[in-house]
Each structure stands twice: as structure tokens, then as C-alpha cells.
């Protein structure tokens, strides 16, 4: 590193202003992960391990050629159709879960908050209850939930679509709540002073306002739904996972990169669709 | 925000029909019909009475949860090892992510810009867990493959959003330390590190929260924490054990969340 050129001219050394905070801050950091280390059994080492570096270096050799038998990519689209079929429908619903509890927990769209009204401890109690909702549907990851319901439904794509409706229903009902409080909330309020109802003042204040973000972050969940349905295949929820798991556990390295490779260009496209919609909308 | 109102122009007696976005709509209601008639899933079962009680029997099952000290304290221990293995995963992919951001920001040229978009792309694309399930083959059952790869998917997450931070801070502070004379290194540390070190942190704070709820479910494929105690306890049916772990994981996830969204708000006080 080299100083500053006018302070070499003047032949003085200036202090570095950041160096104490820097250092702080990175021996802190090396305090709090030190044992956390030692917690998640970090060893490096391990991958070069003789055996284990053998059988990664055979199973990693097996990758190329990628599986390009007939059968097998017949195979793949039926399951990268499902894994989207999964993510939209389960968006599909998840939107469904999302929007009455959105509203129900939005403050902006109280009445009983406007002025001293005999309800209002009711209204505040009833949003609460909705925002507690919205977090236990969240908080238990969708794999959890597809879990649950491949019990229910049995091994196939219906317990993923639940499982994203389920999770995915509580994160856009709190995010729809946060974006639809965020924007301008003034016209709400002077909608609902006139006597406006709440879904008129809903539908004609807040979402004109916040509807490009509605939608943009509508789109983002669609493609992390995609990158979701994936996972819970892992767990026989059908689509790639599945597909995945299956080949994973013969070792067939032609068959997961080729998998791997479908990844890549779904998520690619999922991208490239999230923009066009953006675009429309914007 | 609708640009028309926002400007303050007279609102038309009637706005523009939008056809692009009636065929965007129309688009997006044949997808999910497609998607509902492709998938082809019976969910009357779901409601029918005897699949009801089955379900309600199943969630039944779940209580009481096993609150023996002894199975309490596995949690707990499942549970710290869920965090550790999500916070030093987050930390190798802010160094990992910060590493691949300057040559996607287009500071070594667009050969590299190009190269290194790929592979952030490439780390991203595929899911943790078929990460983990690739890392199990290589490091070994436990949690340090859960650790290696929240690591390499969330490096894909973090060095996008870091090189488009890098992107869009201003370049005048790094240009007037290069114009005075000072190196590319020093310049980069003392203008623009400075100016994205919030932001930074703030990401990496966001993708942790997301990482806890994910390495509490890396266990599944055999990467330690709390995922792997639910998948064992739920394979061998016993529930009570598996509701005390999702309660332990609804902790975590609740403790996490706000403790990072109180120093995220201390961060960015202007966005918070």
C-alpha cells in the first residue's frame, strides 16, 4: 500500500483514520467465530482427506460427458415441467393465503385507528394475532412442510405445491403488509376519514402507489419458488429434486450434471422472465 | 409509483389501457392454469374425512412435545450448531462473495466481468441443498458440509448483490485518491470501501437469517444441526421429539431475525 502522494511530499507519515476501527471490529470477529468454528466442525482438511477426496475425484470425474441419453432428457423435462408447474401453482396459492391476511394486518387500512373508536383495541388485537400468523406459517422452512404433507398427500408434486403455498403465503402476507405500510399512506387515510371502505381505500390509495413493488417482489418469490421446488424434491415432492436425489445416490455423475446444468438455465430464465414482467409493469 | 400522478399531471378521464399488461395478465393466469392442470393432484383428498383425521392424528401426535431435560439440551446443542454452521458459512461467502465482487464490478476488465458473472451464477443457480448432498460426498456426514455449501450458494448471492453495490457507489472518492497519487489498492480501501461496508453487512445479515433457516434443513441430507435430529426423529415417527426441534428451530429463527434486523437498523438508519 502505498501513503497518500502529498503527504510523502511533505515527508510526514498521517495515521491511518480507519486502522483502529478495522482492527476492532476484526478481532471481534475473530473472538465471536472461533468457536463457532470448533461448533460446526470446520476442517478443511477433510476434502483432501485420502478416502473422502477419492470418491469426490471418481464421482466429479463421472460429471463429464453429461447424461445425454434420449430417455434420460425425456425424463429431465418432465421434471423441470413439474418443478415450474410446482413453483407457479404454489405461488398461485400462496397468493391466495397472502392477500386477506395482508390486509387484515395492514395499519394503514384501519378504521378503528382513525379516531377514538370503541373497536380499536379489537382492531389491534385482530392485526397482532395476523402478523402472528404470517410468522408461524414462515418460520417453519417449506422442506419441514412438504415433509409434513407427503404424509398427507403421499410422495408426489401436490405436497410441494401445499408446502409453498404454506410458506411462501406467510412471507408475501408480511412483506405485502410491510410495502403496503411503507409507501404513502396519506390517501388511505384521507380515503377512510371520508367514509371510503376499506377495500376501495385498499384498491384506490395503496396499490397504486406500491403496485410495482407488489409485483416485483411477487415475481422474486416466484423464481426462489423455483429454486424451492428443486429442494423439496429432495424429500419426494417430485420434479428435479427427485430427479436429483435419485441420481445422486448412484453415484451417476454424467446424469447430476446434466441436472446441474438444467438448474443453471432455469434460474437464468426464471431471470430473465422476472425482468421482462418488471418491464411491463414498470 | 405511478409516474403520471407522481408528476402531477392531470389525470386522464380515463387511463391508457395497457395491452402488454392485459397479455402479461392473461399470461399469468393460463401458467397457473396449466400449472394446477399439468401437476393434475387430487387435493379433494386432502379434505376428504378419512384423510382429515389421518392428518389431524398426525399433527396430533406432535403434543406434547418431549420437554425431558435430557432431549431439551440435545436441542439446544442441535440448535447452536445450526447457527454455527449458517454464521461461518455467511462469513467464507462475504470473503468469497467480496473476492468474485471486484471482477464482476468490472474492475479487471470485461473478460473477467464476464467470467466472473458466470460463476456467481453458476454458485447460485444450484440450490444449497444439492450443494450439501455434493459436499456430504466430499467432506464427510456432518456439519461442515452443511457449513461449505451455504458457503458456496450464498458467495453466488452475495458477490451479485456486493458488485452491484460496488457498481452503483460513486467513483468520485476513488478518483480523486487515484488522481492525488495513491494506489489502486489504498484507493479502493479508503473511498469506496467505506461506502459500501454498511450495505455490505447489511446483505450478508439478511442471507444469514436466510441461512439459518436453510442449515436448519442442509441436515436432512446427513449435514448436521438441527435438521438432521427433526429428519432422524421424524423417520422413526417420533413426533413429540420432532415438535420440541421445530420449536427449537422457531427460536432460533425468531432470535436471529431480530437480533439482525436491530443492527441492521443501527446500520442504515436512513433505509431502516
Given at each position: 500500500?502505498?501513503?497518500?502522494?502529498?503527504?510523502?511530499?511533505?515527508?510526514?507519515?498521517?495515521?491511518?483514520?480507519a486502522?483502529?476501527?478495522?482492527l476492532t471490529?476484526?478481532?471481534?470477529?475473530?473472538?465471536?467465530l472461533?468457536?463457532l468454528?470448533?461448533l460446526?466442525?470446520?476442517?478443511?482438511?477433510?476434502?483432501?482427506d485420502?478416502?473422502?477426496?477419492?470418491?469426490?475425484?471418481?464421482?466429479?470425474?463421472g460429471?463429464?460427458?453429461p447424461?445425454?441419453?434420449a430417455?434420460f432428457?425425456?425424463?429431465l423435462?418432465?421434471?423441470?415441467?413439474e418443478t415450474i408447474?410446482?413453483?407457479?401453482?404454489?405461488?398461485a396459492?400462496?397468493?391466495?393465503?397472502?392477500?386477506?391476511?395482508?390486509?387484515l394486518?395492514?395499519?394503514?387500512?384501519?378504521?378503528?385507528?382513525?379516531?377514538?373508536?370503541?373497536?380499536r383495541a379489537l382492531?389491534?388485537g385482530?392485526?397482532?394475532a395476523?402478523?402472528?400468523?404470517?410468522?408461524?406459517?414462515?418460520?417453519?422452512?417449506?422442506?419441514?412442510?412438504?415433509?409434513?404433507?407427503?404424509?398427507?398427500?403421499?410422495l408426489?408434486?401436490?405436497?410441494g405445491?401445499?408446502?409453498?403455498?404454506?410458506?411462501?403465503?406467510?412471507?408475501?402476507?408480511?412483506?405485502?403488509?410491510?410495502i403496503?405500510?411503507?409507501?404513502?399512506?396519506?390517501?388511505?387515510?384521507a380515503?377512510?376519514?371520508?367514509?371510503s371502505?376499506r377495500?376501495?381505500a385498499?384498491f384506490?390509495?395503496l396499490?397504486p402507489?406500491?403496485?410495482?413493488?407488489?409485483?416485483?417482489?411477487?415475481?422474486?418469490?416466484?423464481?426462489c419458488?423455483?429454486?424451492?421446488s428443486?429442494v423439496?424434491?429432495?424429500?419426494?415432492a417430485?420434479?428435479?429434486?427427485?430427479l436429483?436425489?435419485?441420481?445422486?445416490?448412484?453415484?451417476?455423475?454424467?446424469?447430476?450434471?446434466?441436472?446441474?446444468?438444467t438448474?443453471?438455465?432455469?434460474?437464468?430464465?426464471?431471470?430473465?422472465m422476472?425482468?421482462?414482467?418488471?418491464?411491463?409493469?414498470? | 409509483?405511478?409516474?403520471?400522478?407522481?408528476s402531477g399531471?392531470a389525470?386522464?378521464?380515463?387511463l391508457p389501457?395497457?395491452?402488454?399488461?392485459?397479455a402479461?395478465a392473461?399470461g399469468i393466469?393460463?401458467a397457473?392454469?396449466?400449472?394446477?392442470?399439468?401437476?393434475?393432484v387430487d387435493?379433494?383428498?386432502?379434505v376428504s374425512?378419512?384423510?382429515?383425521?389421518?392428518?389431524a392424528?398426525?399433527?396430533?401426535?406432535f403434543?406434547?412435545?418431549?420437554?425431558?431435560p435430557?432431549?431439551?439440551?440435545?436441542?439446544?446443542?442441535?440448535?447452536?450448531?445450526t447457527?454455527?454452521v449458517?454464521?461461518?458459512?455467511?462469513?467464507?461467502?462475504?470473503?468469497?462473495?467480496?473476492a468474485?465482487?471486484?471482477?464482476?464490478a468490472?474492475?479487471?476488465?470485461v473478460?473477467?466481468?464476464?467470467?466472473?458473472?458466470?460463476?456467481?451464477?453458476?454458485?447460485?443457480s444450484?440450490?444449497e441443498?444439492?450443494?450439501?448432498?455434493?459436499?456430504?460426498?466430499?467432506?464427510?456426514?456432518g456439519p461442515?458440509?452443511?457449513t461449505?455449501?451455504?458457503?458456496?450458494?450464498?458467495?453466488?448471492?452475495?458477490?451479485r448483490?456486493y458488485?452491484?453495490?460496488?457498481?452503483?457507489?460513486?467513483?468520485?472518492?476513488?478518483?480523486?485518491?487515484?488522481?492525488a497519487?495513491?494506489?489502486?489498492?489504498?484507493a479502493?480501501?479508503?473511498a469506496?470501501?467505506?461506502?459500501?461496508?454498511?450495505?455490505?453487512?447489511a446483505y450478508?445479515?439478511?442471507r444469514?437469517?436466510?441461512n439459518?433457516r436453510?442449515?436448519?434443513?442442509?441436515?436432512?441430507?446427513?449435514?448436521?444441526?438441527l435438521?438432521q435430529?427433526?429428519?432422524?426423529h421424524l423417520?422413526?415417527?417420533?413426533?413429540a421429539q420432532?415438535?420440541?426441534?421445530l420449536?427449537?428451530m422457531?427460536?432460533?429463527?425468531f432470535?436471529?431475525?431480530?437480533?439482525?434486523?436491530?443492527?441492521?437498523?443501527?446500520?442504515?438508519p436512513?433505509?431502516a
Open positions: 500500500m502505498s501513503a497518500p502522494a502529498a503527504a510523502l511530499e511533505r515527508g510526514a507519515t498521517l495515521p491511518d483514520p486502522a483502529r476501527g478495522r471490529a476484526l478481532v471481534v470477529a475473530i473472538a465471536v472461533w468457536p468454528l470448533a460446526a466442525e470446520f476442517k478443511p482438511w477433510q476434502l483432501f485420502g478416502g473422502n477426496a477419492e470418491v469426490m475425484a471418481n464421482f466429479l470425474a460429471f463429464w460427458p447424461a445425454t441419453s430417455e432428457l425425456a425424463l423435462a418432465k421434471a423441470t415441467l408447474a410446482i413453483a407457479t401453482a404454489g405461488i396459492l400462496a397468493f391466495v393465503v397472502a392477500v386477506p391476511l395482508a390486509v394486518a395492514t395499519r394503514s387500512l384501519s378504521v378503528s385507528r382513525i379516531g377514538p373508536a370503541p373497536q382492531g389491534a385482530a392485526r397482532t395476523t402478523r402472528a400468523v404470517l410468522t408461524v406459517l414462515r418460520a417453519i422452512p417449506e422442506v419441514v412442510w412438504a415433509l409434513v404433507f407427503v404424509r398427507a398427500l403421499g408426489g408434486p401436490g405436497a405445491v401445499l408446502a409453498l403455498a404454506v410458506t411462501y403465503g406467510g412471507m408475501l402476507g408480511k412483506v405485502y403488509t410491510e403496503l405500510e411503507s409507501g404513502d399512506t396519506r390517501s388511505a387515510r380515503l377512510l376519514e371520508a367514509g371502505p377495500i376501495a385498499l384506490y390509495a396499490v402507489n406500491t403496485a410495482q413493488e407488489l409485483a416485483s417482489y411477487t415475481v422474486y418469490r416466484w423464481e419458488a423455483v429454486r424451492a428443486v423439496m424434491g429432495f424429500v419426494g417430485g420434479g428435479l429434486g427427485q436429483m436425489d435419485q441420481s445422486m445416490k448412484m453415484l451417476n455423475g454424467g446424469e447430476a450434471s446434466t441436472i446441474l446444468l438448474f443453471l438455465a432455469l434460474v437464468v430464465v426464471a431471470d430473465a422476472s425482468v421482462v414482467i418488471r418491464k411491463v409493469l414498470a | 409509483m405511478s409516474q403520471a400522478l407522481a399531471a389525470p386522464p378521464e380515463r389501457r395497457c395491452h402488454a399488461c392485459i402479461l392473461i393466469a393460463a397457473i392454469a396449466w400449472s394446477f392442470a399439468y401437476l393434475a387435493y379433494r383428498q386432502l374425512a378419512e384423510s382429515m383425521r389421518l392428518m392424528k398426525f399433527v396430533g401426535e403434543f406434547p412435545p418431549d420437554v425431558s435430557a432431549f431439551v439440551a440435545k436441542a439446544a446443542w442441535g440448535a447452536l450448531q447457527f454455527a449458517a454464521a461461518i458459512g455467511t462469513v467464507l461467502a462475504m470473503l468469497g462473495g467480496g468474485l465482487a471486484l471482477p464482476a468490472g474492475r479487471f476488465g473478460a473477467a466481468r464476464l467470467a466472473a458473472r458466470l460463476v456467481l451464477n453458476f454458485l447460485r444450484v440450490p441443498l444439492v450443494w450439501a448432498a455434493l459436499m456430504v460426498i466430499a467432506a464427510g456426514l461442515f458440509a452443511g461449505l455449501a451455504l458457503a458456496l450458494h450464498t458467495t453466488g448471492v452475495l458477490g448483490l458488485a452491484e453495490s460496488l457498481e452503483n457507489a460513486p467513483m468520485s472518492p476513488e478518483r480523486a485518491l487515484r488522481d497519487g495513491s494506489g489502486r489498492l489504498t479502493f480501501a479508503y469506496t470501501l467505506p461506502l459500501v461496508t454498511a450495505q455490505g453487512i450478508a445479515l439478511y444469514l437469517e436466510m439459518i436453510m442449515a436448519a434443513v442442509l441436515g436432512f441430507v446427513g449435514a448436521g444441526g435438521g435430529l427433526l429428519y432422524f423417520s422413526i415417527f417420533q413426533q420432532a415438535a420440541t426441534l420449536i427449537a422457531f427460536v432460533l429463527v432470535a436471529v431475525d431480530s437480533l439482525s434486523a436491530f443492527v441492521r437498523g443501527r446500520l442504515l436512513a433505509q
